[in-house]
C-alpha cells in the first residue's frame, strides 16, 4: 500500500518512507473483514429469513432472523467506523445471543439437527475470530489520558533534516513571491533618502 501512495502522489510530495502508528494492523485488517461479513450477511437475514430458518428446522423464526439481520448490518457499520472496537465488541454479543438461539434448535425431534450442530461450529469459530479481533483493536487503540505520542525521530522531511538545511537558499524563487517592480523601487528610493537624511 505504502508504493501505491507514493506513486500517486505528485512530484516534489513528500514520500512514505515507512508505516507510523496509523498502519493498519492485523486486528485491524481482521476487524475490517469482520465488519463486511457482517454486513453480507445481515443482509440474508433480512431479506431470506425463511431459507435460515427452512435450513435449520427453525420454521416460523423469521421476524427473529429479520431482528437478527439489523444487528448484524448494525454491528458491522459500527465495526467498518472509526468505533471499531465497540462494533466489534457488539458483535461478541451478538455471537452469544446467535449461540443461545441454535442451541434451542438442538433436540432431537429437529429433522435439521446437524445443520444445527454445524452452524454452531461455524459460530462458534466466527466468535473466536471476533474475540481476537476485538482484543486486539482495543489494546491497538488504547490511550489512556494524558499519553502523548512522541515523535523525537521523526524530522517531516523525506531525506532527512540534514539534507533539508540550505535547500531553500538554492530553490528558484517563484514569481508569486517576488515583489513587483513598483514596490521595489519605492523601497529603494525610500531607503536612499534615509541615508542622504543621516
Do not use: C
Not at 523525506?158 to 523601497?187: E, F, I, T, Y
Request: glycine share 12%; proline share 5%.
Amino acid at each position: 500500500m505504502t508504493y501505491i501512495s507514493n506513486i500517486v502522489r505528485s512530484e516534489g510530495d513528500p514520500k512514505i518512507v515507512r508505516g507510523g502508528r496509523s498502519s493498519l494492523t492485523t486486528p485491524d485488517r481482521l476487524g475490517k473483514a469482520l465488519g463486511w461479513f457482517s454486513l453480507g450477511l445481515g443482509f440474508v437475514e433480512l431479506v431470506a429469513p425463511h431459507r435460515i430458518t427452512r435450513a435449520l428446522g427453525m420454521e416460523g423464526q423469521e421476524a427473529l432472523v429479520r431482528t437478527y439481520g439489523i444487528r448484524e448490518i448494525s454491528s458491522g457499520m459500527l465495526t467498518l467506523s472509526t468505533e471499531k472496537s465497540l462494533g466489534l465488541w457488539s458483535r461478541v454479543g451478538g455471537d452469544g445471543i446467535d449461540i443461545a438461539t441454535l442451541l434451542t434448535a438442538l433436540r432431537e425431534e429437529n429433522p435439521k439437527k446437524q445443520n444445527v450442530t454445524t452452524a454452531l461450529t461455524m459460530v462458534a469459530g466466527i466468535t473466536l475470530l471476533d474475540i481476537m479481533a476485538a482484543q486486539g483493536t482495543t489494546v491497538r487503540h488504547r490511550r489512556a489520558s494524558g499519553d502523548r505520542y512522541i515523535y523525537r525521530d521523526r524530522s517531516g522531511f523525506p531525506h532527512g533534516l540534514a539534507a533539508a538545511k540550505g535547500a531553500a537558499k538554492d530553490a528558484p524563487v517563484p514569481v508569486s513571491m517576488r515583489h513587483p517592480p513598483a514596490l521595489v523601487a519605492m523601497s529603494d528610493s525610500g531607503s536612499h533618502e534615509r541615508a542622504q537624511s543621516h
